[in-house]
């Protein structure tokens, strides 16, 4: 960083309690009150008077024998500056940088340091170091804008904002190839060893470290210009936020007293909504990992509705571009015990669903949209993969995210019986209304082979769900072979003994051949003649007692060299599972 040394003599200033005076033998005839601070100086011995048009101004009256005592509280930049400028007078040695500069050249002005005063002044000398050092650098413009902030109207009235900015602007329009300055960049993976040419996002650090308005004036200007791409754009607005929104975490811990607190979050939210109005239109100018992280924080931060919907909106036209660890945020909600937010993921799905379903499928590729929403149910699947494992995830939340994916999204439900394997692993002391209510939304007739094998000897699934799946095994071995019969579903549960189709009656036989004969013409693709069955059978082990009772009275007498029926439901499920696994073997 480049800086203008002016003057030669010793610093021979010094404080006694409150006063700053210069050491010297001549009478002090000059008080100058600024703020806490008193200086004791000269009018005429020293040349204070003749560089500052202002004091001669307020020293015109007097004689040059009389003492004068003046109070500058409103000089620009306090003491400090004022300070510089007197040193500058008695010739004091001074070292003007990008970091004192705007306050000195405020506090010139103020006391009328012009070359119209005195050839050679402050100001002058100020502007000329400005121009060909300030302006010239690339560090040093942003250092120079990042102080105008301490005077904000000086610094615009006197066009250090707008000069700045402008040569910021244009240094970063400049092909990467022809950057010759020093830069920060400290990207993981990044070595100026192993890397000899420039990056495009060379400029996005440095700028970062400016405020947030000023950051936006220069966002804006570059966009304006059409040069650089949109990515790139984007990319500067992750790395600001990167550099300026924290984690929840450290959000939540700022500050030591409520209100420092309050005055965090509200600088965090001006800063979040400010970037979110900047990105770019175009899709893919930010990644949707970015939304997301956005979206969670500024559900803490209570941003406006408007600032949500949008980044709700953002997210979901690149949801299927999505990981699952794109979406696992804590929950920020002070009544939700849940640790993933799942109601982020679930706004962001019906929103993606809605949008989905306004598209023209005439405008692009049905395989497309196909691809799009499978790719979406496939990351669901997975997501709730994970929730399950969260020890307070309650099943409506769990449910109700897994039955928006449309049917069409899932190509099997593979993905998603493994989450309810899970989720009951995780939840054994679910109630059979919450069990009841997690397995409805599997359809076992979507299950491969090796699953559907799986889930039949699955024992945390309800009863319910192991005999449709037992159905449908010996649905799928009835259609292989004809010679075999399995055992119908009621017979499963009553523990009865297979029977060949050769030992039936006449009357039964007819029966059974209008069964098989409607049962190849209807397919049932649908189901839903399925789902009656099923609930019929399902009856017997609702009123499992009842049953044991009437059965035990039955069977009685066909049975007395054999012993008693054993009506255990588990022993029952046991041995329907053997049976099943018996008759896919064969």
């Known amino acids: 960083m480049k800086f203008m040394k002016l003057g030669t003599k010793a610093d021979t200033f010094y404080t006694e309690q409150a006063t700053r005076t210069l050491i010297s033998e001549i009478v002090v005839d000059l008080v100058i009150q600024i703020n806490d601070i008193t200086y004791l100086l000269h009018k005429l011995q020293f040349p204070l008077l003749p560089k500052c048009g202002l004091l001669q101004r307020f020293c015109c009256d007097t004689s040059d024998s ?23 007078c008695y010739g004091i040695a001074i070292n003007i940088s990008a970091h004192n500069f705007v306050s000195a050249l405020c506090a010139a002005k103020f006391l009328r340091m012009n070359d119209s005063i005195e050839k050679g002044n402050f100001v002058g000398k100020l502007e ?39 040569s910021i602007i244009e240094k970063i329009l400049t092909p990467p190839p022809q950057v010759k300055w020093s830069y920060t960049y400290t990207r993981p993976g990044y070595t100026k ?9 060379w400029w996005t650090e440095d700028v970062s470290d400016l405020d947030i308005d000023l950051f936006r004036c220069i966002i804006m200007a570059i966009r304006s210009t059409y040069v650089l791409p949109p990515q790139l754009i984007g990319e500067a607005l992750h790395v600001y936020a990167c550099r300026w929104l924290p984690g929840l ?74 990981t699952v660890s794109d979406l696992l945020y804590p929950s920020t909600s002070s009544s939700d015990q849940n640790y993933y937010d799942t109601e982020l993921v679930l706004a962001v799905l019906e929103t993606f669903l809605k949008l989905w379903k306004r598209m023209s499928p005439g405008a692009v590729d049905n395989s497309y949209f196909l691809r799009s929403i499978r790719n979406v149910g496939k990351l669901i699947d997975s997501y709730l993969q994970v929730v399950a494992r969260d020890d307070n995830m309650q099943v409506s939340k769990f449910v109700s995210l897994a039955e928006t994916v449309p049917s069409i999204a899932r190509e099997d439900h593979d993905d998603l019986y493994q989450s309810i394997s899970i989720y009951l692993k995780v939840h054994p002391d679910l109630s059979k209304a919450d069990k009841k209510r997690l397995c409805g939304i599997l359809d076992c007739q979507r299950l491969s082979p090796e699953v559907r094998a799986h889930a039949v000897k699955n024992e945390l699934l309800p009863l319910r769900t192991v005999v449709q799946l037992l159905y449908f095994e010996q649905d799928k071995g009835s259609k292989a072979t004809t010679s ?3 055992p119908k579903p009621h017979e499963i549960l009553l523990g009865a003994k297979h029977r060949p189709a050769t030992a039936t009656t006449k009357e039964e036989f007819n029966r059974e ?5 409607d049962h190849h013409k209807t397919k049932r693709s649908d189901g839903k003649l399925l789902a009656l069955d099923l609930e019929k059978k399902m009856a017997i082990r609702e009123d499992i007692e009842e049953t044991q009772s009437e059965k035990a009275r039955g069977v009685k007498d066909a049975s007395s060299s054999s012993g008693k029926v054993d009506l255990d439901p588990k022993k029952i499920i046991r041995r329907a599972r053997s049976k099943s696994e018996h008759g896919v073997k064969k």
Do not use: Y
């Not at 109070?71 to 007197?86: K, M, Q, S, V, Y």
């Open 66 to 88: 009389e003492s004068v005592s003046l109070e500058l509280h409103d000089i620009p930049g306090g003491e400090d500056a004022f300070e510089l400028c007197a040193k500058f």
């Open 128 to 166: 000329s170091f400005f121009n060909s050092c300030i302006l010239e650098g690339w560090k040093d413009s942003i250092a120079t804008l990042q102080t105008t902030a301490t005077l904000p109207e000086w610094s615009e009235n006197l066009g250090i904002v707008r000069k700045c900015i402008d």
């Open 193 to 201: 060893k192993q890397h000899h040419s420039v990056p495009k996002d």
């Open 249 to 322: 975490t450290k959000i939540k811990s700022s500050g030591s007293s409520a209100s420092q607190t309050e005055e965090s979050k509200e600088k965090n939210r001006k800063i979040l909504e400010t970037i979110v109005s900047m990105i770019p239109a175009d899709r893919g100018s930010v990644s949707v990992g970015f939304l997301f992280r956005l979206l969670s924080i500024s559900i803490h931060l209570g941003v406006s509705s408007v600032t949500k919907t949008e980044l709700i909106r953002r997210a979901s036209l690149q949801f299927e571009e999505a």
């Open 484 to 486: 075999h019969k399995l």
């Open 513 to 517: 051949e209008i069964r098989e004969r």
